[in-house]
């Protein structure tokens, strides 16, 4: 079975969340959803909050076929905890997939995995990214997958579907959402 890692900081934006783990729940990926936090309860930036599965800590030096690095607010807490970067690292060491949506991208931009690389990201973030590929909804380049923001959600959770477990998976789930 396939492993997929979600981090939440509070502020994080919840379609790029929830869009992503359901697909990938949907396709039989293993999903655990951790809070930065100690707690397991985080709130994203429009009040919604999620029960994860645990805080950080308990999975930091695990690591999974795939992480997900959510946008929204919270990233700002996700780029000062060092444990972000180590566990970005781990998981490129490893070579698992690492995949960030709107201004998550700066987070593997602080841990120099986008030089040379293609890659999209939210437009607020375009100052520190200037390689932006602004018009992309999705970009994979290598183990690297890329999305701009929350209206691309559902496109970026098909695409983690897609490169993880399957194209063909990626196919059924659209069919089953009506995508």
Not at 20 to 44: F, K, M, N, S, Y
Request: hydrophobic share 50%; glycine share 8%.
């Amino acid at each position: 079975m396939h492993t997929a890692l979600v981090i939440l900081a509070e502020g994080f934006e919840e379609l790029e969340a929830v869009a992503p783990i359901d697909l990938l729940r949907r396709a039989g990926v293993e999903v655990t959803v951790a809070a930065l936090a100690e707690t397991i309860h985080v709130t994203g930036r429009n009040n919604l909050t999620v029960h994860a599965d645990s805080p950080l800590s308990a999975v930091a030096d695990r690591v999974f076929d795939l992480l997900v690095i959510p946008g929204g607010p919270g990233v700002k807490l996700l780029r000062a905890d060092p444990r972000v970067r180590t566990i970005v690292m781990a998981h490129h060491a490893a070579h698992s997939w690492l995949a960030a949506i709107c201004a998550a991208p700066v987070v593997l931009h602080d841990a120099g995995l986008l030089e040379g690389r293609r890659y999209t990201a939210h437009f607020s973030v375009e100052s520190e990214l200037p390689h932006i590929l602004g018009k992309e909804r999705t970009v994979a380049d290598g183990r690297l997958l890329t999305s701009r923001g929350a209206g691309t959600a559902i496109d970026f959770g098909l695409l983690l579907v897609e490169k993880l477990v399957s194209p063909q998976a990626a196919i059924e789930q659209a069919r089953a959402i009506c995508s």
